[in-house]
């Protein structure tokens, strides 16, 4: 389907996709249900969008202007479908978008814009284009890209001439291969042998945003399973703006190791995440999450930035670290300490609701905070005395904010405190996954320094 001079359509952002049936509905009684025919595009930011020319309608609801619809996201009864044949003959579906319906609706026939999150096609292959005992995906993607080669490629042109260069990475997996091809203004990634696809695909997008400190938008995407007789390829909206967005990343990708070049630290992380992904998922959802809104916030101003990160970094430790520290907490000597304070409270005149009080703050004791869970990562290794203050200065920044008249030094330590929290909330990040490898260390207006990070087994 999406092959050749379509397949450039999408990277360039003019597709265009002739439909001669379109037919949105929903499936409740008495859902509304619109047919017709029209034509897929994507506008100037990357959106995916249907001009639809509505030529038949049943239960379209009543309004007086433009209303939003249907308008209830979270009810998943409303969820809007779509089906759409080509001139071709493919069939396109997609879901769970949204429409602006009018009394236009009324008045047949009528012209409908609706933007789309992602149309997907499931159709059956050319003869041996797959190995049937493997399964099969690839994507691409038009964002930075900064991962370590491993392979070279040689390209001829028409003239004859040929050129060399080292633009591709393969990683080895037990029972699977990824490949990523950086070519000029795109990337492709290919994962061939035996694997969830899902997951691969989750834990690729991660690694190469973390590791490029850019947030890949999986533009194109083909999947097929081992024993399929179809594959889905499926076409997803994107932010044009967010291609050349990127933020920071401690992943080193051109590091000589005794004199050459040895890639097998950054591919560890991918072996890392993918482990963490299959063992312990609710911590990688938790710490791509919580990536993910710093990396947003990067692209905000310094404000929002320092809320986020601080804000980041107690969400990882909430999650991960905490929950640990306290099944592996020692609580005999504060529960001790706890039963003699009930005990002398009863020998004294105070009020019932004077001595739940104190007992109340008693029992907080138990609590790990934040700064607990600081102190006990310090101990462990993980976090130094100065981590500590850092973050706290700047969550103490971010919850107490004072209007104050800013001179060039104090907005340099600003910066400086937040590129120090960035670099703890990395080591939680890094030692969550269980990874050990050569990252770098930022440092305001400097390069970072390369030194050997040391997971420290303290979760599990």
């Not at 590791?211 to 390829?233: C, F, I």
């Amino acid at each position: 389907m999406f092959v050749g001079n379509k397949n450039e359509n999408i990277r360039a952002g003019d597709l265009v996709l002739h439909c001669v049936d379109v037919k949105i509905f929903q499936k409740i009684t008495h859902g509304i249900e619109l047919s017709g025919h029209g034509i897929i595009k994507t506008n100037n930011v990357g959106t995916l969008y249907l001009e639809f020319i509505c030529t038949k309608q049943n239960n379209a609801p009543q309004v007086f202007f433009s209303e939003r619809f249907p308008n209830d996201a979270l009810d998943k009864t409303q969820t809007l479908y779509l089906e759409a044949t080509t001139i071709d003959g493919e069939l396109f579906e997609a879901s769970s978008f949204f429409m602006d319906i009018d009394h236009s609706l009324r008045n047949l026939p009528t012209v409908c814009y609706i933007f789309l999150p992602s149309l997907s096609c499931t159709e059956e292959p050319m003869q041996g284009m797959y190995d049937q005992n493997c399964d099969y995906l690839h994507f691409e993607f038009l964002e930075r890209f900064d991962l370590p080669f491993n392979k070279s490629n040689t390209t001829e042109s028409s003239l004859g001439s040929k050129t060399f260069s080292w633009n591709q990475a393969d990683i080895q997996m037990d029972e699977y291969l990824v490949t990523i091809i950086h070519h000029k203004d795109y990337t492709t990634v290919d994962v061939k042998g035996v694997f969830d696809i899902n997951a691969v695909r989750d834990c690729l997008k991660f690694y190469i945003g973390f590791s490029s400190g850019s947030l890949p938008q999986l533009g194109y995407m083909t999947e097929r399973k081992k024993g399929a007789h179809t594959h889905t390829q499926t076409l997803s909206s994107v932010s044009a703006r967010r291609k050349q967005q990127q933020s920071s990343s401690p992943m080193i990708s051109n590091l000589a190791i005794k004199g050459s070049m040895s890639h097998d630290y950054h591919y560890d992380l991918f072996r890392s995440i993918t482990k963490i992904y299959a063992e312990k998922h609710k911590r990688f959802e938790s710490i791509v999450a919580q990536w993910e809104r710093v990396w947003f916030a990067t692209q905000s101003n310094d404000e929002i930035l320092t809320l986020t990160l601080s804000v980041a970094i107690e969400g990882v430790l909430n999650d991960v670290y905490i929950p640990y520290i306290k099944a592996t907490k020692d609580t005999t000597e504060e529960d001790a300490e706890a039963s003699f304070i009930k005990k002398e409270l009863k020998k004294t005149d105070l009020t019932d609701q004077q001595r739940s009080r104190i007992l109340g703050s008693v029992a907080y004791w138990k609590n790990v905070t934040s700064a607990s869970a600081f102190t006990y990562l310090i101990d462990k290794g993980l976090l130094d005395k100065h981590d500590k203050k850092a973050w706290t200065d700047l969550r103490n920044n971010c919850a107490h904010p004072r209007l104050v008249e800013k001179t060039v030094e104090d907005e340099k330590a600003e910066i400086e405190l937040t590129v120090s929290c960035l670099n703890i909330f990395y080591r939680l990040i890094l030692n969550t996954f269980e990874y050990s490898g050569y990252v770098g260390h930022l440092k305001y207006k400097q390069q970072p320094k390369v030194y050997s990070f040391e997971h420290r087994a303290i979760l599990d």
